[in-house]
């Protein structure tokens, strides 16, 4: 699982880079929103999105994000 997630993570970052956007910080709801339109469901991007928060703040740092 944890493959998964590293793998959707690296894939929305390398996307962020394509596509010529700077990685920021993002709410729960935004990276929700995200994983939702890369075919993730709901649960699956919540549980990816507790994970991730190490800091437990509800926001993803760019750090965080590329962990």
Known sequence: MRVLMSLVMLF?????????????ELSKEQFIEIQLKDGVTA????????????DKDEKLSVDEQSN
């Not at 929305?12 to 920021?24: D, G, S």
């Not at 649960?43 to 190490?54: I, P």
């Open 12 to 24: 929305a970052v390398t996307t962020q880079v394509f596509a010529n956007t700077e990685v920021k």
């Open 43 to 54: 649960d699956e991007a919540e549980q990816m999105f507790v994970e991730l928060d190490t």
